[in-house]
């Protein structure tokens, strides 16, 4: 049995120095009211209970002439024993929030492997590669608009060492832009449409490197954050789906499959599975969403009987129970892991 999974860890960058030091310290980090060092051990904690063999993680510290995404994480896999030792990057980005796996090499061999040509600033319709740029009609007008990503997905070539299958790994996390400028209601709507529409041109794009995929007959899976789902805000119904529908598939039956959105897809009322906890300081609340996926292609789902978990501190009962598990999700981050269990 082996485990895959994603986690989107809130602000992991901060928690390290520029030689890629865990800062075990009592200075606040950057989550709120959580100091470095607790927040460290509580990461310590869930990646432990967590026991996965590979692990897409989504905001991974940064990547730059003075920082190293690598580092950092080989040395807190390090200083907590992880099985999931080793650290790969792909593209690197300007946001301080990588996309990088953290895998188990007694088990795996990964390699940053990214498909698509690679593009000028014209860009290319056919899904070019991820780096590069996505000539895309996003608001109907005939005149292609230029699509980049701000945090370049993370293809992954990943061998299981034991039978020698091949999977293809696409770590995500695609999100709408604030609507920075806008200086009236009209302008904050215009901007978050259109920033809206940039989005799900990215999860089109996506999509159309999945289809590559499942034509060439490779195992895919597509794990991380999408910030967007079923139901999730009033722009869908402008729009009409989302963009973790267009990844999916749009068939009646998709070509790929995770059970928590469908679950969402298929119940636009009562409760549904979420993946993150946010504070609402104006309203002195915890808005609850769903995020995270773990989308598989329909071999491995038929082949490796595949079984999924989140690991929220309140909904599922083991962590519920585990106080010290709960609590450090809790402190950990904004976001919970979720994970699939895979008989290869």
Same mark, same amino acid.
Request: hydrophobic share 40%; net charge negative.
């Given at each position: 049995?082996?485990?895959?999974?994603?986690?989107?860890?809130?602000?992991?960058?901060?928690?390290?120095?520029?030689?890629?030091?865990?800062?075990?310290?009592?200075?606040?980090?950057?989550?709120?009211?959580?100091?470095?060092?607790?927040?460290?051990?509580?990461?310590?904690?869930?990646?432990?209970?967590?026991?996965?063999?590979?692990?897409?993680?989504? #905001?991974?510290?940064?990547?730059?002439?003075?920082?190293?995404?690598?580092?950092?994480?080989?040395?807190?896999?390090?200083?907590?024993?992880?099985?999931?030792?080793?650290?790969?990057?792909?593209?690197?980005?300007?946001?301080?929030? #990588? /996309?990088?796996?953290?895998?188990?090499?007694?088990?795996?061999?990964?390699?940053?492997?990214?498909?698509?040509?690679?593009?000028?600033?014209?860009?290319?319709?056919?899904?070019?590669?991820?780096?590069?740029?996505?000539?895309?009609?996003?608001?109907?007008?005939?005149?292609?608009?230029? /699509?980049?990503?701000?945090?370049?997905?993370?293809?992954?070539?990943?061998?299981?060492? #034991?039978?020698?299958?091949?999977?293809?790994?696409?770590?995500?996390?695609?999100?709408?832009?604030?609507?920075?400028?806008?200086?009236?209601?009209?302008?904050?709507?215009?901007?978050?449409?259109?920033?809206?529409?940039?989005?799900?041109?990215?999860?089109?794009?996506?999509?159309?490197?999945?289809?590559?995929?499942?034509?060439?007959?490779?195992?895919?899976?597509?794990?991380?954050?999408?910030?967007?789902?079923?139901?999730?805000?009033?722009?869908?119904?402008?729009?009409?789906?989302?963009?973790?529908? /267009?990844?999916?598939? #749009?068939?009646?039956?998709?070509?790929?499959?995770?059970?928590?959105?469908?679950?969402?897809?298929?119940?636009?009322?009562?409760?549904?599975?979420?993946?993150?906890?946010?504070?609402?300081?104006?309203?002195?609340?915890?808005?609850?969403?769903?995020?995270?996926?773990?989308?598989?292609?329909?071999?491995?789902?038929?082949?490796?009987?595949?079984?999924?978990?989140?690991?929220?501190?309140?909904?599922?009962?083991?962590?519920?129970?585990?106080?010290?598990?709960?609590?450090?999700?809790?402190?950990?981050?904004?976001?919970?892991?979720?994970?699939?269990?895979?008989?290869?």
């Amino acid at each position: 049995m082996l485990r895959i999974a994603t986690y989107n860890v809130e602000w992991f960058n901060a928690l390290f120095d520029d030689e890629g030091t865990l800062l075990e310290d009592h200075e606040w980090s950057a989550r709120q009211d959580v100091k470095r060092g607790d927040q460290l051990g509580a990461l310590g904690i869930v990646f432990t209970a967590l026991d996965a063999d590979a692990v897409m993680v989504i #905001e991974a510290p940064d990547d730059n002439r003075h920082r190293s995404t690598v580092r950092a994480l080989e040395n807190f896999a390090h200083a907590y024993g992880l099985r999931a030792r080793q650290a790969l990057l792909g593209f690197r980005n300007s946001t301080q929030q #990588e /996309i990088a796996l953290l895998y188990n090499p007694d088990v795996f061999r990964a390699v940053h492997d990214p498909q698509g040509d690679e593009t000028g600033k014209k860009g290319a319709r056919d899904a070019p590669r991820f780096d590069g740029v996505f000539r895309f009609d996003v608001d109907i007008d005939a005149k292609p608009d230029l /699509i980049t990503f701000s945090k370049p997905p993370l293809e992954v070539r990943l061998e299981v060492k #034991e039978t020698g299958r091949i999977l293809r790994l696409i770590g995500v996390h695609v999100k709408s832009k604030a609507p920075i400028g806008a200086d009236s209601p009209d302008e904050v709507m215009r901007l978050s449409i259109d920033n809206r529409r940039k989005q799900l041109a990215q999860c089109v794009w996506l999509r159309q490197r999945v289809d590559q995929h499942l034509a060439a007959g490779d195992p895919v899976i597509v794990l991380g954050d999408f910030n967007d789902g079923p139901g999730l805000d009033e722009y869908e119904k402008l729009f009409g789906r989302s963009g973790v529908e /267009i990844v999916l598939g #749009e068939n009646s039956e998709p070509e790929l499959y995770d059970p928590h959105a469908r679950m969402a897809l298929g119940r636009r009322v009562g409760a549904m599975p979420v993946t993150a906890r946010f504070y609402i300081h104006q309203e002195k609340r915890y808005l609850q969403a769903l995020l995270d996926y773990v989308m598989v292609s329909s071999d491995i789902l038929r082949d490796a009987a595949p079984r999924w978990r989140i690991w929220h501190p309140f909904d599922d009962p083991v962590c519920y129970h585990t106080l010290e598990l709960r609590e450090a999700l809790l402190t950990a981050s904004d976001h919970f892991p979720v994970s699939v269990d895979l008989t290869l």
